[in-house]
């Protein structure tokens, strides 16, 4: 869907500019650090540091994936999607 609105999706980090411009979404810090996260998961082999993100991801990350989910439900037409359970 993106990709079909002229955005930039080879990499998370103009992908979250350009949803931040457009409302998509709307708390920067959270998602900055998520995408910091991301990155950091991507490229450790630490488990204690990806415990912590995971743990993030339930504590921190849902409520706004979550808001994101319900905003593009809505420009859907208000046809159901199911990304989270």
Same mark, same amino acid.
Request: charged share 30%; no cysteine.
């Given at each position: 869907?993106l990709?079909?609105?002229?955005?930039?999706?080879?990499?998370?980090?103009?992908v979250? +500019?350009?949803?931040l411009q *457009?409302? /998509?979404?709307?708390?920067?810090l959270?998602?900055r @650090? =998520?995408?910091?996260? &991301?990155?950091?998961?991507?490229?450790?082999y630490?488990?204690?540091?990806?415990?912590?993100?995971? +743990?993030?991801?339930?504590? *921190?990350? /849902?409520?706004?994936?979550?808001?994101l989910?319900? @905003? =593009?439900?809505?420009? &859907?037409?208000?046809k159901?999607?199911k990304?989270?359970?």
């Amino acid at each position: 869907m993106l990709h079909y609105k002229g955005y930039d999706i080879s990499s998370l980090k103009p992908v979250l +500019e350009q949803a931040l411009q *457009d409302g /998509y979404i709307t708390d920067e810090l959270q998602w900055r @650090r =998520l995408q910091r996260h &991301r990155n950091l998961i991507t490229h450790t082999y630490n488990s204690e540091t990806a415990e912590e993100i995971a +743990e993030n991801i339930v504590t *921190d990350y /849902y409520e706004i994936l979550q808001k994101l989910a319900l @905003r =593009l439900e809505e420009e &859907r037409g208000g046809k159901q999607i199911k990304i989270f359970t």
